[in-house]
């Protein structure tokens, strides 16, 4: 078979149940996501896929490597933030292998479009990491007018220069889009399959949807919009973003490239203040199911059959080892991959393989193992543990009737653990909010 066309696309801070096709609420206008709803119903998605971590940058460098992300001392920053601008060691190293370098190797074109949250020029960028064009910002948020970052300066890139240009953020991405797909559809380019990396700001703070432009200069102080925003605004900014990958759809079928180009869809972790994450519980920065169950969406109509749903269990750097599989790429055997590839399922949808997954974070010393139905989890020194299968709000603790079950677990987390570098002494904690400024979850 052909090799496909790829577009990867990250949501930011999207939660579990934030779509309709995952259970979401309309909003007051209608339907939130349904171009991604219809991608959904003509395609594959996973109700126990996970994030590698429940902040941004972390599981970017996962998504990246294709790789725990705990092998990376810039991961260890829960997340890397705006005043790392300068640093020659928080980013994404320029000779570690990446899922874009590898794939270029392989024959393919490569872009990046929107966030990159991985380092700062001069030491890190997207071009430095196997994108051959790279437009967005590189900061972890922007505003979605002015394109400035949370310390104020303006963050949005063409390349490795900054660049202006007026509008509304979502939608200077999708645009930017839909031309590399019309491009890419030119004869010329038709013998070389694309890579596009199609990484949203939405619906990640500060609320602001196409119409709330006077927001912009209330923000400039606090990017973290603390005083504002409500679930009807982010309702809309999912559906701008949403709107937009109907027009990158719309693009693929005009070029005739929509039955052979595979489109991945996810959440870069689980959602913040005004998503839903229903039936789960916390959110992002929290390694209880909604901090890292996410949707993920696979949409191949060469391969994929319509209306699947697969239990397969999985995270991010899964799916860069299953499109490295896919374009018949090979990992630099000096960096092997932790990933494990999900092809089998993309093509039968009821396939089904163990795969134990494992996180840490220095926040609140938290740590989580999935086993089958069974996840050992510790919080602030309390250790849980849930059966998910029948429990995914991780209510019932059954730590105290199973402690044999307990013990495994967590004896197989710190045998994990064992194998990975520890978390630097100097690493930062970089929270947004507390609970002095909203309630706890």
């Not at 309309?26 to 902040?55: E, I, K, T, W």
């Not at 699947?308 to 790429?329: I, K, R």
């Not at 904690?429 to 002095?436: E, M």
């Amino acid at each position: 078979m052909t090799r496909p066309n790829i577009i990867f696309i990250v949501a930011d801070d999207l939660g579990f149940a934030d779509l309709g096709c995952y259970g979401g609420r309309d909003a007051h206008f209608g339907p939130v996501s349904p171009v991604l709803d219809r991608l959904a119903a003509n395609g594959l998605c996973l109700s126990d896929g996970y994030s590698n971590s429940p902040v941004c940058s972390p599981t970017r460098f996962a998504l990246m490597t294709a790789r725990y992300q705990y092998r990376l001392r810039a991961a260890a920053e829960e997340p890397i933030n705006s005043k790392s601008k300068g640093s020659t060691v928080l980013g994404l190293a320029p000779e570690h292998p990446s899922l874009p370098s590898l794939l270029k190797a392989s024959g393919y074109r490569t872009a990046l479009i929107g966030k990159w949250h991985l380092g700062y020029p001069p030491a890190f960028s997207p071009l430095k990491s196997g994108y051959e064009s790279f437009f967005g910002p590189m900061a972890g948020g922007v505003d979605y007018f002015s394109h400035c970052s949370g310390n104020g300066t303006h963050d949005l890139y063409l390349g490795e220069e900054e660049h202006t240009e007026e509008g509304y953020i979502t939608d200077l991405l999708s645009k930017r889009a839909v031309d590399y797909v019309e491009n890419m559809g030119a004869a010329a380019a038709k013998d070389m399959p694309f890579f596009l990396s199609l990484h949203y700001t939405a619906p990640h703070w500060p609320w602001e949807t196409r119409e709330d432009h006077a927001l912009s200069a209330e923000v400039r102080e606090n990017l973290f919009h603390l005083h504002g925003g409500n679930i009807h605004t982010y309702q809309r900014m999912i559906h701008h973003m949403d709107e937009g990958i109907g027009w990158i759809v719309q693009a693929l079928e005009k070029t005739g490239q929509l039955d052979n180009t595979l489109i991945v869809f996810t959440s870069d972790n689980g959602g913040e203040r005004f998503s839903d994450n229903w039936p789960l519980v916390g959110g992002k920065m929290d390694l209880t199911e909604g901090g890292i169950r996410v949707p993920w969406i696979a949409h191949w109509p060469a391969v994929i059959a319509p209306g699947g749903w697969s239990p397969q269990h999985c995270m991010t750097m899964d799916w860069s080892a299953t499109l490295l599989d896919l374009a018949g790429a090979k990992p630099d055997p000096q960096y092997p991959l932790d990933g494990v590839s999900l092809a089998s399922v993309l093509r039968v949808a009821n396939h089904q393989f163990e795969r134990p997954l494992f996180w840490r974070m220095n926040h609140r010393g938290q740590r989580a193992f999935r086993d089958g139905d069974w996840k050992y989890l510790r919080v602030d020194g309390n250790d849980y543990l849930f059966n998910i299968a029948v429990d995914a709000r991780e209510r019932a603790n059954l730590g105290g009737r199973q402690p044999e079950r307990l013990q495994a677990m967590r004896q197989a987390w710190e045998n994990w653990n064992d194998t990975m570098p520890p978390i630097p002494k100097d690493a930062t904690i970089n929270l947004g909010f507390s609970i002095k400024d909203m309630p706890q979850r």
